[in-house]
């Protein structure tokens, strides 16, 4: 019987490490949940303001949103992705002459799911950060010549972002452990590389405890981030 490899060999760079594989699968994540993360800052942006400045319509269809997909599974959403643009491919595929099965990938799915369950978070984020923007600063902005695009620029969207920095974190957070799901697609990630390794080696509470982490060390590092950019954003509202 072979001995029992320890810790270090098992996250090395050698014939019985798997520290590349399990990097990689780390950058993987990082990647669906950097572009589901941006995916669902756009839409919430949109949706803020569809909240904020639409009309009777608008304002009920942003928070359809909003409670529809703040409601339904996260694992859900994915499957209806990946399959329901699978289909919509394939059907595409079919009328242009080619046969069988076209799939969307499972990167491409995966990050859109998540942005688009991110992007309710991030709609109720938005709203509340300029909420909490004083109206007279945006009156001064105004009283001083400045036309809707600089107000924007210069003052509403700097203001918002400098109250939005501390829910945008918590966001970021659930988005990095959504990203976990979208393994079901066929995405090797780093969840899905952790039950590889497992399954290879017949070592599953090690390498799900290596898996925990490096996901802590991720998000340990872009909380760490995150506070410095809070931070500088905030520096003018620090009293001295």
């Given at each position: 019987m072979s001995a029992r490899p320890d810790l270090f060999q098992l996250i090395g760079f050698g014939p019985e490490g798997w520290g590349a594989?399990?990097?990689?699968?780390?950058?993987?994540?990082?990647?669906?949940?950097?572009?589901?993360?941006?995916?669902?800052?756009?839409?919430?942006?949109?949706?803020?303001?569809?909240?904020?400045?639409g009309n009777r319509w608008v304002r009920a269809l942003a928070d359809g949103y909003t409670t529809i997909l703040r409601g339904v599974p996260d694992l859900l959403v994915i499957y209806l992705f990946y399959f329901g643009g699978s289909m919509l491919i394939t059907a595409t595929a079919r009328l242009l002459g080619v046969e069988g099965f076209v799939g969307?990938?499972?990167?491409?799915?995966?990050?859109?799911?998540?942005?688009?369950?991110?992007?309710a978070q991030h709609t109720e984020v938005f709203r509340g950060a300029f909420g909490a923007v004083s109206p007279g600063e945006i009156e001064a902005?105004?009283?001083?010549?400045?036309?809707?695009?600089?107000r924007l620029r210069r003052i509403i969207a700097p203001l918002t972002l400098r109250h939005a920095l501390p829910g945008l974190g918590n966001v970021w957070q659930v988005v990095l452990k959504e990203s976990a799901l979208v393994s079901v697609t066929g995405v090797v990630e780093l969840l899905r590389q952790t039950q590889i390794a497992a399954g290879s080696t017949r070592l599953p509470f090690d390498f799900f405890m290596i898996?925990?982490?490096?996901?802590?060390?991720?998000?340990?590092?872009?909380?760490?981030?995150?506070?410095?950019?809070?931070r500088r954003f905030s520096r003018s509202a620090r009293r001295p």
């Open positions: 594989a399990l990097i990689t699968g780390a950058g993987m994540t990082l990647v669906i949940a950097s572009s589901g993360f941006l995916i669902g800052a756009v839409i919430g942006v949109l949706g803020a303001w569809a909240k904020i400045k969307l990938p499972g990167v491409l799915a995966g990050a859109m799911a998540v942005g688009v369950t991110s992007g902005a105004h009283a001083c010549g400045m036309n809707r695009w600089v898996a925990a982490v490096l996901f802590l060390a991720i998000s340990s590092v872009s909380g760490l981030v995150l506070y410095v950019a809070e």
